[in-house]
């Protein structure tokens, strides 16, 4: 339903968003803002932050950002609707009505739910009876007990072409709407309409409210195809729904753990097992919104694949989708089955423990990217791995999020480095270079020492003197720049207008800005190459030690971004106060209009600098 912007505006306005927020995060009063830890990703140190003024919440750590609506959304697995209604009722805000068009399409959506709910009262009345008693011992046999039956709603379409017409067409249900539902068909020659599932046992397909939409049903005969599922109608989207979602979702939610195995029986036999968040994509291979609905469930759902061919391809073609979709702190992993088992066989062979621990060796999406490339691919020559390198960068370069994209492409050259790094073989008893006689390196008197004083290795150069605040400033821009290149995106236009006061480090900052606007997707080590091959070894040097890693940590790149922002905008607020106080002096001598406009210009942009600063509109 679309609601008139005015109104979510008001909602927006009325809506405490600390207080809706309080309510799953303790949030400590910091400043105009709050912070807490946060709800979406696991972290030990608060990186979430809630603006009451602006009406936002951010993390820092992974990204997460919206307003009251998309909070309920996002911690509630809530749909926009559901969402602004929910609000809406706690604050005691009318829904506004829907236009005659969306009171339609309501009424039409009302009327297939009723004939869909009535359709699995049928099946569940008929498997209990004489006519279903076959699908009921097949059940049975599977290891079903009897609240599983009924908690999963399982029922039997009876052999008959027109049962199911029969049973529940009327008035309210005729035959059109039977159809829009897909529970009848008409015959491509023409005729008489005829029920859709025939002999087979029906498991109800619901939405995230536990409405009945679809149905998946299985022939327990030689019938083709063995599972059988509604046609897309108005209320159900095949790739977009997951089975089992209304049963898996508050304990999925509750504990940030999401299952997704190959079929309807899978996920019954889990839930049965205890695994109550378990679901399952509707006989297609898993699609990108599927992957978004399990990310609404959990921040790293589980895949779990049979360990057959067919489950292989399942796992390649996963992994090939979720790339492009990944978000910071949003992605997938990975569990194989021991071949020939399922998830329902293997509980049954071995029990839940067994499915556990199938469960506890799930592996990240990286490393399965890098398995599926690696696997079974001749790598002994320069040029083989420079074909997998390339395509290792194409897999990374096709994800939107550019933080991701990054570090998927500094995990990458980080694991070729690794995989093909020489190996130092210790020598043999024999002797010689291939040998095992330990090599001696004999020094002389009178040779250098191998570390200066202060600890050095030669040729690393002397120690720069302690720095003044403005060139401390300018180290940590540089540091935090080499550290983490994609912020070059973000920074390079006003790094490029600033000269620094230390000379050594603005021709760093002048070659820093060329490799980066040569190849933006340099990584950290390679930019370092660069630099060091252009003479800056002995700078880089003093900047890279370790406080300087305490401060720019390799994997935070937002932390990073936010301190970048702040130093600069101390550095240049000097600036120009410096600038403005000669711009006075100069029209006390000479009040000119070019001198009254150069002041005010520099008015202005302090301005603008003020208000940045404290996070305001300027």
Not at 27 to 41: I, Q
Not at 174 to 200: I, M, N, Q, V
Not at 478 to 497: I, K, Y
Not at 589 to 601: G, I, K, Q, T, V
């Amino acid at each position: 339903m679309a609601f008139p912007p005015e109104f979510l505006d008001e909602l927006r306005a009325r809506v405490s968003l600390p207080g809706i927020i309080s309510r799953r995060v303790k949030l400590t009063k910091r400043g105009r803002e709050y912070s807490g830890l946060c709800p979406f990703h696991n972290e030990k140190s608060p990186s979430f932050t809630v603006n009451e003024d602006k009406g936002f919440f951010h993390c820092f750590g992974c990204g997460a950002h919206g307003d009251a609506i998309s909070f309920e959304m996002r911690a509630n697995h809530l749909g926009f609707t559901e969402a602004v209604e929910k609000l809406a009722q706690e604050l005691g805000l009318e829904v506004p009505k829907a236009s005659p068009e969306e009171r339609r399409r309501e009424a039409q959506r009302a009327s297939l739910h009723d004939a869909m709910e009535a359709a699995c009262r049928f099946y569940e009345a008929q498997l209990r009876s004489t006519t279903g008693r076959e699908g009921l011992a097949y059940l049975r046999g599977r290891g079903l007990s009897e609240e599983t039956i009924a908690r999963f709603r399982l029922g039997w379409a009876p052999d008959s072409r027109e049962a199911t017409k029969k049973a529940i067409m009327s008035e309210a249900c005729p035959e059109s709407l039977l159809l829009e539902a897909g529970l009848l068909k008409k015959p491509e020659g023409g005729g008489a309409s005829f029920d859709f599932f025939r002999g087979r046992v029906t498991f109800p397909v619901t939405d995230r409210r536990g409405r009945v939409v679809a149905f998946g049903a299985r022939t327990l005969g030689d019938g083709q195809p063995k599972y059988l599922n509604s046609p897309d109608t108005p209320l159900f989207h095949k790739g977009s729904m997951l089975y089992g979602l209304a049963h898996a979702r508050e304990t999925a939610r509750d504990r940030n753990l999401a299952l997704a195995v190959e079929g309807y029986m899978d996920v019954i036999a889990l839930h049965q097992a205890g695994f109550t968040y378990a679901v399952a994509p509707l006989g297609t291979a898993l699609t990108e919104g599927q992957i978004e609905e399990l990310w609404r469930l959990a921040d790293e759902p589980v895949l779990c694949f049979d360990g057959d061919a067919a489950g292989q391809r399942a796992m390649t073609r996963a992994a090939e989708r979720g790339l492009p979709i990944l978000k910071p702190g949003k992605s997938l992993r990975f569990a194989t089955l021991p071949h020939p088992e399922d998830p329902d066989s293997l509980i049954k062979a071995k029990g839940p423990e067994a499915m556990q621990a199938v469960l506890n060796a799930a592996r990240p999406l990286f490393d399965v990217v890098w398995e599926l490339s690696t696997r079974e691919r001749q790598l002994d020559t320069p040029e083989r791995r420079a074909a997998l390198e390339q395509e290792l960068k194409d897999k990374a370069f096709a994800i939107t999020d550019e933080t991701v994209r990054y570090q998927y492409l500094s995990a990458f050259r980080e694991r070729m480095r690794t995989a093909f790094r020489p190996q130092w073989q210790p020598r043999s008893q024999g002797g010689g270079f291939g040998g095992g006689k330990r090599l001696e390196i004999r020094r002389r008197p009178g040779d250098p020492p191998l570390r200066a004083p202060d600890g050095r290795l030669p040729g690393a150069g002397r120690p720069l003197p302690p720095a003044s605040p403005r060139v401390r400033q300018e180290r940590l821009l540089l540091t935090l720049l080499v550290v983490h290149p994609p912020l070059v995106e973000n920074v390079a236009e006003r790094l490029g207008e600033t000269t620094f006061t230390d000379s050594e480090l603005d021709k760093l900052r002048r070659g820093i800005l060329k490799h980066l606007d040569i190849a933006r997707d340099l990584d950290s080590p390679s930019l370092q190459g660069h630099l060091r091959s252009d003479g800056h070894t002995q700078v880089l040097d003093s900047l890279l030690d370790a406080n300087a890693y305490k401060i720019a940590r390799p994997d935070a790149i937002h932390e990073a971004r936010t301190l970048w922002d702040h130093i600069f905008t101390l550095y240049t607020r000097k600036e120009i106060q410096t600038d403005v106080a000669h711009a006075v002096e100069s029209f006390a001598r000479d009040p000119s209009e070019a001198n009254f406009n150069y002041l005010a210009a520099l008015l202005s942009s302090r301005g603008k600098r003020l208000n940045q600063d404290d996070g305001r509109d300027p």
